[in-house]
């Protein structure tokens, strides 16, 4: 039974690989509605582990270069760029044009 246990180990694989694959691309997802570096979080998923990567996407401020998010001018926290109030303090702030 040698030759099934080969069939069944390559399954594993190919299942795993898929499963990794997919795992990979959800932590990219959320990495990207979080307003990080999808691109970095997807190879991080990779080439490291997807659920290391979930966690430090999850974990991770947003990055306030990135074009999506804006600083509170309250509280200082890092707001979406599209928010009209901020969501820590809850005072009002000026929508920002997108670009
Ligand atoms: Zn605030």
């Known amino acids: 039974m040698e030759a099934f246990g080969q069939l069944v180990s390559l ?8 499963f990794w694959l997919v795992a990979s691309l959800g932590v990219m997802t959320f990495a990207e509605h979080r307003g990080l570096s999808s691109g ?14 979930f966690l430090a996407a999850a974990t991770a401020r947003p990055s306030f270069n990135a074009k999506s998010v804006k600083r509170c ?3 200082a926290e890092t707001i979406w760029r599209e928010a009209r109030k901020c ?11 997108a670009g």
């Open 11 to 18: 399954v594993l694989l190919i299942v795993g690989g898929v």
């Open 40 to 53: 970095t979080y997807f190879a991080a998923a990779f080439f490291l582990s997807p659920p290391v990567a």
């Open 73 to 75: 001018p309250e509280c």
């Open 87 to 97: 969501r820590y303090c809850g005072s009002p702030v000026q929508v920002e044009s």
